[in-house]
């Protein structure tokens, strides 16, 4: 196991990994995404018809919608995955989420994060595709986002080199960053 002292200390090229039974793997994931996207469909929805009364009927009701239900998936699933409770889905699956470094990710890449979920075509089921071959039990968006759903108790293994790894993604060729023990 690696201790929080060194961890602080790892330099840029270095993260941690973690054991394989202590990523969150497709079913947990499922489970999580799952109620993490009822939670937050009945907290819009809520909040929906506390400011619009009935089906929106001017193109402002429609912006004013919009921005509401942004607001709600931004503070729902960026902010709130910051905190050490996580979302309602994190605390039923008891996972949290990481960077490479085994720390609370940056609030950029976890907007990245949501962005891709939200507009990658394909993106929900193609995550989980991914996620059921992945080492690392990683969703396409983590890769893209450098992050780890993790147990929520789960400690570091070891230290690792952080490596630039070539994947197709649809005849792309993608980059992404992944930790690898030696």
């Not at 060729?173 to 023990?181: C, G, I, N, Y």
Request: aromatic share 16%; charged share 20%; net charge positive.
């Amino acid at each position: 196991m690696v201790s929080a002292d060194k961890m602080q200390q790892l330099p840029d090229s270095d993260g941690v990994y973690f054991r394989g039974e202590d990523y969150a793997g497709f079913w947990r994931r499922l489970f999580v995404d799952l109620a993490d996207i009822v939670v937050v469909v009945a907290i819009a929805f809520f909040l929906s018809m506390l400011f619009v009364d009935s089906s929106p009927s001017s193109e402002q009701e429609i912006q004013c919608l919009f921005f509401l239900w942004s607001v709600v998936l931004f503070v729902y699933f960026v902010l709130l995955k910051r905190t050490r409770f996580g979302t309602l889905g994190y605390l039923m699956g008891n996972v949290r989420i990481v960077n490479l470094k085994g720390e609370v990710p940056k609030l950029h890449l976890l907007t990245l994060r949501l962005l891709i979920a939200i507009f990658g075509p394909l993106s929900f089921p193609l995550d989980l595709l991914w996620l059921a071959g992945d080492d690392h039990k990683q969703a396409l968006r983590d890769k893209f986002a450098q992050t780890y759903v993790i147990r929520k108790n789960a400690l570091p293994a070891g230290v690792g080199k952080v490596f630039l790894y070539e994947y197709d993604l649809w005849s792309w060729r993608v980059l992404f960053r992944e930790v690898r023990k030696w």
